[in-house]
């Protein structure tokens, strides 16, 4: 049981008193996917080094070390205390790593060592059962309590710990494996949403824990400044339920009006401190069709100090108002529609990054209450008339519900899901992407993960980072600008920029538009070239040519 007095296990387990050496914690990051919490590489999240925090002010010394380093052969700390982080509530698709599964808890827990607890979704699934103490709702707090010798319960940290903590915790972003580039650090503004007095929308966890607590400025900025010395390079401010809502005590209406200049006062701060990227998470539509003019000052402030490329991530979830209805759903559609028009205007000028300066994204899930056949042709009316209003939307999250706070009697129609998820991928995604980042669109400083047969992937540091394919090898862990030659569903194709014909294997020279591999054996055999009216010995059309003018440079004659 949770609720018993830590001296007893203390003696039975720690076999601690005065005078002896502090504990030993080891702090083990299994990675956590939640709504409004990142921590999948190349993410860290705020609560795993919130862990480390409080073992530390409760006097422990801790040791962090990733399910990924497990994986790879680190063996398990010797500890006197053992706690994991795991769990994702809102799963996706991963590129190089995935949260702990869990088969994997069923290997490691019989040899941890010392106290054993367990935080996040994983707490809940029955192999949390192999641990002492099962954690759901804070175990950042619940580890201090433990380590105190208090009783320990379920309890939220306070604001004082929750500051503390994350200043003492923040070194241990140096022992990930993607440190520092391309490791992204979420940052917490608040937690809780404004919506909590309603209860919120019925799906999300948010609003059970009460009134929203919000962290001021200065608190966020001397974290961020810690950060930042360490050599934390990127950073998102995730973990709130809306970005835009930051800084406004109306905690009752539901819709709160937003405060720019406390918006404004962090991401001036934040921008200030030199990070190479800073990105965001949510934002709740319903307040920025209610708002627009404040909507529009905070917009244009994320777009002045974050980086190019950023996702306003919006709950649209259903736009059948008898869904909306039923899940007391945040936003209608309408509200939605004027909250994506809203950040395309004031957002999509492209930035340095090669993406616009910021755009909405879009979360839709089946499965929810009331839904029926007719609301998959309401989502998918919707979808398309933000497509034919010439509307961008950065991508579109469509998931099936998770009963994190009550079962959902909907039964799920698989076939009618998947071809909604089809039509979506075909006539949407690509069109949207497409226009995002038309061909000759250079992408910078694009970080290459994993080779995948002959194409190696990679994405931008951010929020909702852009799956970038090369149809050719290069060095891993390292980035290149890449400019854009095609589109899939939801991933573009390049090549690396610049691009020096006379230099680039032949399995480069392939990928080059309108060339393939019968005219990349003929360029490899005949170059150098010296200009395009030189390319007329390997090419003897004029129009492939033509296409590959802004796509290719001409390198240096060998003498």
């Avoid at 009783?151 to 070194?171: F, H, I, P």
């Avoid at 939307?393 to 519900?401: F, G, L």
């Amino acid at each position: 049981m949770l609720f018993l007095f830590i001296d007893i296990v203390y003696r039975l387990k720690l076999e601690m008193s005065p005078g002896k050496t502090p504990a030993k914690v080891a702090v083990i990051d299994g990675y956590i996917d939640d709504p409004a919490a990142l921590g999948v590489p190349p993410y860290i999240s705020p609560m795993i080094r919130a862990v480390a925090g409080a073992a530390r002010d409760a006097g422990a010394e801790t040791e962090y070390i990733s399910i990924d380093m497990l994986r790879n052969g680190r063996e398990l700390p010797e500890a006197d205390v053992t706690v994991l982080l795991s769990g994702n509530t809102v799963p996706g698709k991963y590129l190089r790593s995935m949260p702990m599964s869990l088969k994997e808890i069923r290997e490691y827990a019989p040899k941890m060592k010392g106290l054993m607890i367990i935080g996040g979704s994983s707490a809940y699934a029955p192999e949390g059962k192999l641990f002492d103490f099962r954690i759901h709702k804070d175990l950042a707090a619940a580890v201090f309590d433990v380590l105190s010798g208090k009783e320990v319960k379920e309890r939220q940290r306070t604001l004082d710990e929750w500051n503390r903590w994350m200043l003492l915790g923040a070194d241990i972003v140096t022992s990930h494996q993607d440190f520092p580039h391309p490791l992204m650090v979420e940052i917490e503004s608040y937690r809780g949403c404004h919506r909590y007095a309603s209860g919120g929308c019925a799906f999300c966890i948010e609003p059970t824990k009460g009134k929203p607590l919000m962290r001021s400025p200065e608190d966020i900025l001397a974290e961020a400044r810690k950060l930042r010395e360490l050599g934390v390079r990127n950073i998102r401010v995730g973990g709130q339920t809306c970005i835009i809502s930051y800084g406004s005590e109306d905690f009752e209406s539901g819709v709160p009006r937003p405060v720019p200049d406390k918006v404004r006062q962090l991401f001036e701060g934040l921008r200030d401190l030199g990070f190479e990227h800073i990105s965001v998470d949510n934002a709740n539509p319903a307040v920025i069709a209610t708002y627009p003019e404040e909507s529009r000052e905070i917009i244009s402030i994320l777009a002045e100090c974050c980086s190019s490329g950023n996702v306003l991530a919006l709950g649209l979830e259903s736009a059948d108002p008898a869904v909306g209805k039923a899940n007391n759903l945040n936003s209608t559609a309408e509200q939605v529609l004027e909250a994506i028009r809203i950040i395309n205007e004031v957002g999509g000028e492209r930035g340095p990054t090669g993406l616009p300066k910021i755009l909405p994204g879009l979360n839709i899930i089946c499965g929810l209450e009331g839904e029926t056949f007719e609301t998959y042709n309401i989502n998918r009316e919707f979808l398309e008339k933000v497509r034919d209003e010439g509307l961008l939307v950065r991508r579109i999250n469509i998931r099936q519900v998770i009963a994190s706070r009550k079962e959902f009697k909907v039964k799920m129609n698989e076939k009618r899901f998947k071809k909604f998820k089809e039509h979506v991928r075909e006539d949407i995604d690509h069109e949207m992407l497409m226009r995002m980042v038309p061909v000759g669109t250079i992408l910078k400083d694009v970080y290459m993960e994993i080779h995948d047969g002959s194409v190696t992937f990679g994405r931008q540091p951010g929020s909702y980072p852009l799956l970038v394919g090369i149809p050719y090898q290069v060095e891993l862990d390292r980035s290149y600008d890449v400019m854009i030659t095609d589109w899939g569903y939801r991933s573009v194709t390049g090549i690396t920029y610049p691009f020096d014909i006379n230099s680039m294997p032949m399995s480069a020279l392939s990928a080059l538009p309108g060339i393939g591999k019968k005219r990349a054996a003929s360029l490899a055999l005949k170059r150098p070239f010296a200009d395009f009216e030189d390319l007329n010995r390997a090419i003897d059309d004029p129009k492939v040519i033509e296409g590959l003018r802004g796509f290719i440079e001409f390198g240096p004659k060998p003498e």
